[in-house]
């Protein structure tokens, strides 16, 4: 039977990567994206994908999806859409705004994502939500400081998945967090040191490995934990 993968954020960077690999693996790939007419590079993904347009902190979207897929199960859900706040500034300079705009798409997204999703994620066979953190949300392996809003919005991230792993272990559904390593992205510039290939290839070959035990870990990309 053909597996079905969500992915948000799927126009460029790790999550166009995602939708590449996993369409070449024969998965039928939902992938969304805020400009479905910018989306060339999705379109030209070889194999079964589907584009929608889902800007991740518009509830009236998210709800829209979520009846649009109405009866097709997601067997992995994978909150990938995400933003550094680049123009966050050092303490003493802070803009607010940033921070809240960061924290709907990094914290606030992935969990209305999920609660609209979340019954054709039980109705699949592989019942897995993962979500594209950061090592920098480790609050444990914080050494440098700064990033106050990408950092406090991973660290939430994290924190509201751990208690949705909790939550959803009833329904037998798999809720984990990764660092999808330092990659070269728009985000991770060019000298990151893995390509989006690299991080795609060795988190799908964890994702596959999964089971509902691993529920509510916080995973480096190759499968390792990471401190919260
Ligand atoms: N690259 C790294 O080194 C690194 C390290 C740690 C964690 N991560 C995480 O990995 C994930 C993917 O990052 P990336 O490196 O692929 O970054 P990227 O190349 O900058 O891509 C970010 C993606 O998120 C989408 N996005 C941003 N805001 C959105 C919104 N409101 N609604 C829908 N989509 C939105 C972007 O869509 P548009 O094209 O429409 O802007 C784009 O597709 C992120 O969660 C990021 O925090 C990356």
Request: charged residues 25%; contains cysteine.
């Amino acid at each position: 039977m053909t597996s079905n993968v969500l992915i948000t954020g799927a126009g460029r960077g790790i999550g166009l990567e995602l939708a590449r690999q996993y369409a070449a693996d024969g998965w039928r790939v939902r992938a969304t994206c805020r400009d479905t007419k910018g989306a060339s590079a999705l379109e030209g993904v070889y194999g079964d994908v589907l584009i929608h347009r889902l800007d991740v902190t518009e509830g009236v979207q998210v709800a829209a999806l979520a009846r649009d897929l109405k009866g097709e199960p997601i067997d992995l859900l994978i909150n990938n859409a995400g933003m550094t706040g680049a123009r966050d500034r050092s303490f003493g300079n802070l803009d607010y705004d940033i921070w809240e705009e960061v924290f709907r798409v990094n914290a606030l997204a992935p969990v209305r994502v999920a609660e609209a999703l979340v019954d054709l994620v039980a109705a699949s066979e592989r019942k897995l939500i993962v979500s594209i953190s950061s090592r920098m949300g480790s609050i444990d392996a914080n050494n440098d400081g700064g990033s106050y809003s990408y950092r406090s919005s991973k660290a939430a991230l994290n924190a509201a998945m751990k208690s949705l792993s909790i939550d959803l272990a009833g329904r037998e559904i798999m809720v984990v967090v990764f660092h999808p390593g330092w990659v070269r992205t728009d985000m991770g510039g060019k000298s990151a040191s893995l390509s989006a290939k690299q991080s795609a290839e060795e988190m799908r070959a964890v994702i596959d490995r999964l089971t509902l035990s691993d529920s509510g870990r916080f995973l480096n990309y190759d499968g390792t934990d990471i401190p919260w």
